[in-house]
Nanobody
Framework: QVQLVESGGGLVQPGGSLRLSCAAS???????MGWYRQAPGKERDMVAF???????NYALSVKGRFTISRDNAKNTVYLQMNNLKPEDTAVYYC?????????WGKGTLVTVSS
């Protein structure tokens, strides 16, 4: 059974940090994994991805501030977000990369506001 469960979102002030987690079912975790986000009124975009071998890459808007990592033993992928900005406000989702599945979890809401 495919399962993606995101957690760790919340309200944070500009400049603050959050760490998101995504627990994925083992059947899909062997793939590359990505974090995606959807801001209000906008399309869902890729934020960061990590391949099964550990290579990573980031959207330009978050490079240097966000770090993606994975724990293969726990089937979990993380997104450490530092120096958060109001424009980072969005619902964050994880999914496979480079081609996300049709199935999406509920996501976790990140709100950056003073």
């Amino acid at each position: 059974q495919v399962q993606l469960v995101e957690s760790g979102g919340g309200l944070v002030q500009p400049g603050g940090s959050l760490r998101l987690s995504c627990a994925a079912s083992g059947s899909i975790f062997k793939n590359g994994m990505g974090w995606y986000r959807q801001a209000p009124g906008k399309e869902r975009d890729m934020v960061a991805f990590i391949l099964s071998g550990g290579s990573t890459n980031y959207a330009l808007s978050v490079k240097g501030r966000f770090t993606i990592s994975r724990d293969n033993a726990k089937n979990t992928v993380y997104l450490q977000m530092n120096n958060l900005k109001p424009e980072d406000t969005a619902v964050y989702y994880c999914n496979t990369f480079p081609i996300p599945m049709d199935y999406w979890g509920k996501g976790t809401l990140v709100t950056v506001s003073s």
